[in-house]
């Protein structure tokens, strides 16, 4: 059998990474020849890390991440409340492993959903299954599903995400049914996986935002008492980049001489 054969063979096989790479060492000088050993422990790495990488974008994709944010993309700075060795130790994805929250705070527009977006991007890259929804929404899809029949089955299906981003959780006051929605997500989620919550208010406010005192201390006992909390200040980041300077501005073909 001739080479050609059996890099036909893998391609029908749908390795096509490990074909790829095996007609790229079979291209190399003389003087670069790999022994058989080396060349297929090669292929095999080439053949793995691409599988890694294809895991890694599906778990991304599925992750319906709000904004493209990469973890190394957040600026750290302190003024703004963020210190690189919290962020690194976040990134170590140790706080998911202890089932531990993250709680990000502060006024609209500083970077709250897309700090938590990079904390769920990491979390994928290092093999953990997120999900990114606005708490609108996700009251939203529970009451859909309580009115079709499929309400333990979507709250059996969210308790399996190993860290679930909440967006903008107590940006509208929330109805006693869904306070009750809301207990349910958490009281499953409770010491088996991690929450990622962003919210424009402090959490000493959120037992009197959320209404009624029993629940909201079902609520604040099972995600503020195990988490990290990020309290972001400073400027609007969203504000920042939309105004550019009047240097940047483009010239008015009308004006220009």
């Known amino acids: 059998m001739n080479i050609d054969e059996t890099i036909h063979k893998l391609i029908d096989m749908k390795l096509h990474t490990l074909a790829k790479a095996l007609r790229e060492t079979l ?4 003087d670069r020849q790999l022994s058989f050993e080396d060349r297929l422990g090669l292929l095999v790495d080439q053949e793995w890390t691409d599988r890694e990488n294809r895991k890694v974008a599906r778990r991304i994709k599925e ?61 994928c890259r290092q093999g953990f299954r997120a999900l990114f929804l ?18 333990s089955a979507l709250l059996a299906r969210i308790a399996k995400i190993d860290v679930l981003v909440l967006d903008d959780f107590l940006l509208a006051p929330m109805t006693d049914v869904e306070r009750r929605d809301l207990l349910e997500v958490l009281e499953d989620r409770y010491g088996k996986s991690s929450t990622i919550i962003t919210s424009q208010l402090p959490t000493k406010t959120w037992h009197e935002a959320i209404g009624d005192p029993t629940i909201a201390d079902a609520i604040c006992d099972r995600l503020v008492h195990n988490a990290h909390t990020l309290s972001l200040r400073g400027p609007s980041m969203r504000r920042q980049k939309a105004i550019k300077p009047q240097s940047e501005a483009q010239p008015n073909p009308e004006t220009t001489p």
């Open 27 to 30: 291209d190399l000088p003389p």
């Open 63 to 123: 992750a319906r991440l709000s904004v493209r944010a990469a973890p190394e993309e957040i600026a750290c700075d302190s003024a703004r409340g963020l210190d690189k060795p919290v962020l690194r130790e976040l990134m170590t994805c140790q706080w998911i492993r202890a089932h531990l929250n993250v709680i990000v705070v502060g006024p609209t527009g500083i970077g709250k959903s897309f700090l938590a977006a990079a904390l769920a991007q990491a979390a």
């Open 134 to 151: 606005r708490v609108p929404r996700l009251l939203e899809q529970l009451a859909i599903a309580r009115a079709s029949a499929s309400y």
